[in-house]
C-alpha cells in the first residue's frame, strides 16, 4: 500500500503536474489525521470498556459487602432476642411462687451467662477502603458515594455506642451478679452456675441487673434494625446502578 502512494507521487512529480500532487499530498494528510481519529476512537471505547468492567467489578464488591452487613445485623438481633427471651422467663420464674424443673433451671443458668454478652455487629470495610479513599465511587456516582459514606458514618457511631453499653454492661454484671451466684468453669460439678432461687427472689440488686441487660440489649437491636434498614436501602440503589 504504501509503495502504491510513492508510485503515485513520483509519477505526478516527474509529469510536472504540481497543482495535482499538491491535491494529492493533502488527501494523504487528511487520511493519515482519519487513520490517527478513528485509532484513538477506538483506543479510547477500549478504555472506557476497562473502566466500565473495573466500575461493575467494584460496585459488585461493594454490594456483596452491603449483602454480608444484613447477614451480620439479622444474626445478632436473631441472638440477642434469644438471650433476651431466657432473661425474661428468667425474671417470670423468680416472680411465680412454686420453684422450678431442671429443664427451667438451665434456662437460668444460660440467662446468667449469657447476661453480659453485648457486642456490635463489627463492619469490615477493608474490602474497598483503598478504593473508597481514592474517589473511586464519587467518581461512579456523588450521590451513591454521599449515601454509602453517611452510612459508614451511622455504622461506625452505632458501634461506638452499642459497645460502650457493652462495656456498662460488664460492669454490672461483676458488681450485681457474680456477688450472687457461684460459678464452676472448672468443670468440678454438674453445672457452671450455681444460684438459690429464694435469695435471687428476694434481691433487688439482681433483678436489677437481669432488667438492665434486657434494656441494653433492646436498644443495640433497635440500632441494628435501623443500621439493617440503611443497607437495604443502599443494596436497591446499587441494584439500580448493576443494571
Known sequence: MIKFFRRIRQQLLTENKFSKYLLYAIGEIILVV???????????????????????????N?????ELDTLVFADKITEYNLINENLIQTLQFLIRPTGINE????????????LEVLTPGYKNIERNDLKLADGTLDFIDSNLNKKYQQYIERVKSNNDI????????????????????????AGLTDNRIHFDLEKLRNDRTFKNAVNRSIQYRNISILYMNNQKAKAYELLIVLKEKLK
Not at 434456662?107 to 446468667?112: G, P, W
Open 62 to 66: 461493594l454490594r456483596y459487602e452491603i
Open 34 to 60: 482519519i487513520g490517527i481519529l478513528i485509532a484513538l476512537s477506538i483506543n479510547n471505547w477500549n478504555e472506557n470498556r476497562k473502566q466500565k468492567l473495573n466500575d461493575i467489578k467494584f460496585l459488585s
Open 162 to 185: 452499642i459497645s460502650k453499653l457493652g462495656e456498662s454492661l460488664q460492669f454490672v454484671v461483676l458488681q450485681d451478679l457474680y456477688p450472687k451466684v457461684d460459678l464452676d468453669y
Open 103 to 114: 429443664n427451667e433451671r438451665q434456662i437460668v443458668i444460660k440467662a446468667i451467662s449469657d
